[in-house]
T-cell receptor, first 112, second 112 residues
Framework: EDKVVQSPLSLVVHEGDTVTLNCSYEVTNFRSLLWYKQEKKAPTFLFMLTSSGIEKKSGRLSSILDKKELFSILNITATQTGDSAVYLCAVVYGGSQGNLIFGKGTKLSVKP | DSGVTQTPKHLITATGQRVTLRCSPRSGDLSVYWYQQSLDQGLQFLIQYYNGEERAKGNILERFSAQQFPDLHSELNLSSLELGDSALYFC?????FGYGYTFGSGTRLTVV
């Protein structure tokens, strides 16, 4: 069965801390891995990763993919209260247009 | 504004009723995906359409159906509604494999 597993499910940190969120996957015909941030409403796109070992970076957020070990991590440095959200990992896999399967998410709470 | 439009934003209806949720994808995107998000289930993939054709099916109940029209907007029909169908329903669109997926702001369905 195709699946995406995120850990931890929930995380509470203080402002300024660095966090690492994990995403592992088992799918047939992997295409790409996506990270999203979801606050109150719709998930907003953070990164798309297709190649192993190449870090994607945006400000304090960065992510890397390991296609051999079938996982990705999302790092957030110098966390701020505005980083509080659910972070979703999704994998595109399968046929010509690809299917998209999500993990259950990691709920990050950043305390002042 | 993500470019993906979902209507209505909120919907309250009684058990046994039927509702239609509508999604207009971003201009130029041919793929539309429907997801259900309930409190403890994360984002569950329901169905995907590409240029008017059904391409993939996920955990979609037989009481639910969808279609994508020639102008590429999509409708998700939910019938014989049950209390457990209460959830956020998201639509996402994509230009195709290799491109990101953009989410609409969702329709919150409450079945009473």
């Amino acid at each position: 069965e195709d699946k995406v597993v995120q850990s931890p499910l929930s995380l509470v940190v203080h402002e300024g801390d660095t966090v690492t969120l994990n995403c592992s996957y088992e799918v047939t015909n992997f295409r790409s891995l996506l990270w999203y941030k979801q606050e109150k409403k719709a998930p907003t796109f953070l990164f798309m990763l297709t190649s192993s070992g190449i870090e994607k970076k945006s400000g304090r957020l960065s992510s890397i993919l390991d296609k051999k070990e079938l996982f990705s991590i999302l790092n957030i440095t110098a966390t701020q209260t505005g980083d509080s959200a659910v972070y979703l990992c999704a994998v595109v896999y399968g046929g010509s247009q690809g299917n998209l399967i999500f993990g259950k998410g990691t709920k990050l709470s950043v305390k002042p | 504004d993500s470019g993906v439009t979902q209507t209505p934003k909120h919907l309250i209806t009684a058990t046994g009723q039927r509702v239609t949720l509508r999604c207009s994808p971003r201009s130029g995107d041919l793929s539309v995906y429907w997801y259900q998000q309930s409190l403890d289930q994360g984002l569950q993939f329901l169905i995907q359409y590409y240029n008017g054709e059904e391409r993939a099916k996920g955990n979609i109940l037989e009481r639910f159906s969808a279609q994508q029209f020639p102008d590429l907007h999509s409708e998700l029909n939910l019938s014989s509604l049950e209390l457990g169908d209460s959830a956020l329903y998201f639509c996402a669109s994509s230009a195709g494999f290799g491109y990101g997926y953009t989410f609409g702001s969702g329709t919150r369905l409450t079945v009473v």
